[in-house]
Structures are given as C-alpha cells and as structure tokens.
C-alpha cells in the first residue's frame, strides 16, 4: 500500500530565506506527483503537477523535484514570504486510484 | 469560470441525523471524490465514483453514502451510523487522463451539536 511522508511536520523561517521541504513515497509505480497548498480552513490549491516522465516542474518562486527511483519529491520555495504561511501537501495516485497523501509541512514565515 | 462547488460551508447535525453534503463540478471531470480531514490525520478517502452510476469505497466509508446520478454532481450522505462525523470534508475531481491533476472544492466543516 502505498505510503506518503513528509519532513518536516513543520518549519519556520524568518522572511527572504530559501526552504526545501520534503515528500517520499514507497511505491514507485507513480502516474504523477502533485503539491497542495491549504490554508487554515480552507481547500486544497494545487501548486504543481509533475508527471511521472519528468523530473522537474517550476512556477514563479517554486520548483519541484521528482526522483521516481528513489522515491522522493522536493519543493524549494524561494525567497520566502509571509504570505507563503500555509500547509504544504503532496500526493501521489497509486497507478490511476484515488490520490495518497502525506500529512503535510505547516510552514511559517516571519516577517 | 470552471470549478467545484460545495455546499453548505458550515453544517451542523444534531444526533441521529442524516445530512448532505452537496458537491457538484463544471469542469466536465470524469472522476470525483470525497475526501475527511481531521487535525494531525491527513486527509483520508471516503468514497469516488470515475463514472456515472457507478462508485466505490474508499479507507473509511463506514456511516457515509454516495450517489452518481449526474456527471457533474457527487452528494456525500453522513449517516447516524457515523459515529464521530465532526471534520472538515474535502471533494475533489479530475480528467482519468491523468495529464492534469485533481482540483478541490473550499470544503464544508460538519459539526455535531
């Protein structure tokens, strides 16, 4: 069954600062990796969609990272802003069933 | 502008009641899902349907019913025989493709009172 971790359960970092957060997952056999981000009390916003054929996505301040062999995924924020304060999830779909979640990285950002 | 939708935002169901939460979608997705939050727990499947009339279980649908009569509407039931349904419940759809990822509603927060 696959299982979704992430580190760390949660971060704080002082404003303008770099920050990698971290995703891995046990089975391999992904169609694709997608990073959310929540805000408290409200839905699910996806951030980026890395198909499994490929091994990075980028949008503005963020990139993610796909290593299928190893089992592992990356989300570098750069730059970090107060208004980057949110959850961060990942999630993985076990060949083309429902989506497997981690249990998040809460961050915040001291302005 | 193509989205879902779920309604009520906030719901409060009294012992021993059924209520509905309402989901419905524009964005002409094959599948569709229902998704329990609660806190240090991560969110947790609770049934999907990939097409109409047709749906499965997913890790917790013990107390919870759902029907696919329209493409576009997934209504999720919580029963009496849901014992502590007191959570932030998520819906969320996408293309079976796979080629783009799921997209989520703003969520309703049932509590029981």
């Known amino acids: 069954k696959q299982e979704v971790t992430q580190i760390p359960a949660a971060l704080s970092v002082p404003e303008g600062e770099n920050l990698v957060l971290n995703c891995s997952f046990t089975d391999s056999a992904i169609y694709n990796l997608q990073w959310f981000r929540q805000d408290p009390g409200k839905g699910l916003t996806s951030l980026l969609l890395i198909q499994s054929s490929q091994r990075e996505q980028t949008s503005g301040r963020l990139n993610a990272s796909l290593d299928k062999s190893s089992g592992r995924s990356t989300l570098y924020i750069a730059a970090s802003q107060p208004g980057d304060s949110a959850t961060y999830l990942c999630?993985?779909?076990?060949?083309?069933?429902?989506?497997?979640f981690g249990k998040g990285t809460r961050l915040s950002v001291i302005a | 502008d193509g989205g879902i939708t779920q309604s009520p935002k906030y719901l409060f169901r009294k012992e021993g009641q059924n209520v509905t939460l309402s989901c419905e979608q524009n964005l002409n997705h094959d599948a569709m899902y229902w998704y329990r939050q609660d806190p240090g727990q991560g969110l947790r499947l609770i049934y999907y349907?990939?097409?109409?009339?047709?749906?499965q279980k997913g890790d917790i649908a013990e107390g919870y019913s759902v029907s696919r009569e329209k493409k576009e509407s997934f209504p999720l039931t919580v029963t009496s025989a849901q014992k502590n349904p007191t959570a932030f419940y998520l819906c969320a759809s996408h293309f079976l493709t796979g080629q783009t990822g799921y997209t989520f509603g703003s969520g309703t927060r049932l509590t029981v009172v």
């Open positions: 999630a993985v779909p076990p060949g083309n069933t429902p989506l497997v």
């Open positions: 349907s990939q097409i109409v009339n047709d749906f």
